[in-house]
Structures are given as C-alpha cells and as structure tokens.
C-alpha cells in the first residue's frame, strides 16, 4: 500500500478529513510504507497532530505572548514571555498559575508553567518546518534525537497537554502513543515531510 492509500485509510478510520478526532494512528500503521523515508515522514505527520494542537501551540507561540484556550486566543490579562520564558518580573508565570491546574475557575497550573524558548515557536508553521526546527538542535534547545523522546514522554509539563484541565481539550491520543511515534519516526530515519 502506498502512503496515500495508508493515509486515506487513516484518514476514513477518523472519520473523514475534516473531522477531528482524539485517536491516534499507532506506529505500525505505518508499516505498510516500505521506503523507510516515506515511513519516517509519515509517522511525523501524525505526531504533528499533537505538536500542532493548541495545548502545543499555546506555549510555543510565534510571539512573546503566549495563546489559551482551544481557540488559541492572547492571553489574557495580557502577559509576555520575559528573558527566562516565566514571564516579566512584574507578572512571572507563577503569580497566576499554581502547583496544578485550578478547575473550578478552569485555570490551568503547574510546579513549573513557562513558554517555551522563543526559538522553539511552533504556532502557525507548517508540520514540515516543525520537524526541521525540532531536528535543529540549534533551534531545540540543544536536544539530540534521544533527549526529545525524553522530553515528550517525560517531561511533566509536556505531560500536561493531555490533562489540561476544565475547559481545554486535551493534545490528540496519549502521552505514550505520542512517545511511540516519536521513538518510531526516529527509528525509521527521522525524515521530515
């Protein structure tokens, strides 16, 4: 089967092109793709679902103020990114969001909430010019292939996306399958689309 028909078949076991869904294509629904290129950048696609959904994007904008919400709207009351990532001295991160998301107000929280570096902007690019990006290590935080396995699949704030709180949708599938494709496209050549 070719990666259009692998995709297209995906695509209709979501639900058709339009329809968004919280599942996730396992890494071996790629295994049809002979060309392990083809293979890598088409498990890329399907983690670019998560890298490209708002609890992502929000904190990864292309700005110096960070989006909330499922809709990807500033935040509000306005707050910017300061030199660390945690906010501007008279309004860090912290001041506002807590230990752990705050539900009845549907605020969401943790230990350490900061945006990401503001080389790491992923709102509003292309699945193909995040995968360049995260396979910079310029641009990554200086992180080797490995280290973003960790990062995702470890890491407690990225590990919030699929426990965002009240209020947001959570990041498509699980932490874990998410995990799985990435250790999967890295496995298949780490091929951007």
Not at 18 to 41: H, K, M, N, Q, W
Not at 131 to 136: G, L, N, S, V, Y
Not at 164 to 184: C, D, H, I, N, Y
Request: hydrophobic share 35%.
């Amino acid at each position: 089967m070719g990666l259009a028909g692998l995709l297209a078949g995906t695509l209709a076991s979501r639900g058709g092109r339009d329809g968004p869904s919280s599942a996730l294509a396992s890494p071996e629904s790629f295994a049809g793709i002979a060309d392990s290129r083809a293979r890598s950048a088409a498990t890329f696609t399907e983690l670019g679902r998560v890298l490209t959904h708002p609890r992502c994007t929000n904190c990864h904008p292309a700005g110096d103020r960070p989006r909330q919400g499922d809709e990807a709207r500033p935040h509000q009351p306005p707050v910017f990114r300061g030199a660390d990532g945690h906010g501007l001295p008279a309004l860090r991160c912290a001041r506002c969001h807590g230990p752990a998301n705050f539900d009845p107000v549907g605020l969401p929280g943790h230990p350490v909430w900061h945006l990401a570096p503001a080389e790491m902007a992923w709102e509003g690019r292309s699945v193909a010019a995040i995968c360049a990006q995260i396979t910079d290590p310029a641009r990554n935080g200086g992180r080797s292939l490995q280290d973003l396995v960790a990062h995702i699949g470890d890491d407690s704030l990225v590990v919030w996306a699929w426990a965002p709180g009240r209020g947001r949708s959570p990041a498509p599938g699980t932490q874990k399958q998410t995990e799985a494709l990435v250790e999967a496209w890295i496995a298949s050549g780490a091929a951007c689309p």
